[in-house]
């Protein structure tokens, strides 16, 4: 019989690809997490060569203050967690990484226990087109329960996932114009002759997601077939090279 901690984390695997909203998979992700003593989560969109720059933000509950710090003071530097990422996608408990620290990492470290931060897990999430999204985890334990650390990724992997999705879907419904910006772009390539691979090259997605994006152009456009699209994108005057 699943315990209540087990129960949370089943929950949200099975109902997660089903929530409709970004806000709705944090809320449930976060509950999720707490039931493992994890009260605080952030999810990041990086890319490996960028590891030292602040990433875009996908989700964040109570991380606000502890990045403010950690950027401030350039603890990405010396941080011993950034080796670990370098060296390898697997995910990692800060207790594994705190023995490759020097002084100044130990001193980043206390900061973090001020902030009611003791130990944290790190989850790599590889999307499409070279996407990775960072989830971070953190406790006021002391340490991570290694039989939760199986859990802890399977729970973050889908929601870096799910949220990935939603990032890259977030200009689908636009507030204004015929066409969004996203479905503009994809149609603009498509008049260029490039498929739907070569398009998600260019803009940094994943052919499936630049097909949703023409195919929900095609429906806001009225009309059926792809290059009825760009010619009534064209004779809009829509069809401009956008970003």
Known sequence: MLNTAEQEAWSFLSKAPHYAAPDEVEAHFGRAIAAFGYD??????????????????????????????????????HDPCIKLLRKSGRSFAWTDAKPLGDNRARAMWGEA??????????????????????????????????????????????FGTIMLKHWELQDDNPDYGVISQRQTQCLYWASRGKTD???????????RTVHHHIEAAKKRLGVIKRQEAVMKAGELGLLVKVG
């Open 113 to 158: 226990s001020e902030f009611g931060m003791n130990d944290g897990y790190v989850v790599r999430v590889f999307g499409p087109a070279g996407h990775e999204v960072l989830i971070r985890m953190a406790t006021e334990a002391t340490t991570t329960d290694p039989t939760a650390r199986a859990v802890l990724e399977s729970l973050a992997t889908v």
């Open 197 to 207: 691979w070569e398009i998600g090259a260019i803009l940094a997605l994943s052919p």
């Open 40 to 77: 605080r989560f952030c999810a990041t969109l990086i890319n490996a060569e960028q590891l030292g720059r602040e990433p875009p933000t996908l989700a964040r509950r109570d991380f606000d203050a502890w990045d403010a710090r950690y950027w401030g003071e350039r603890h990405v530097v």
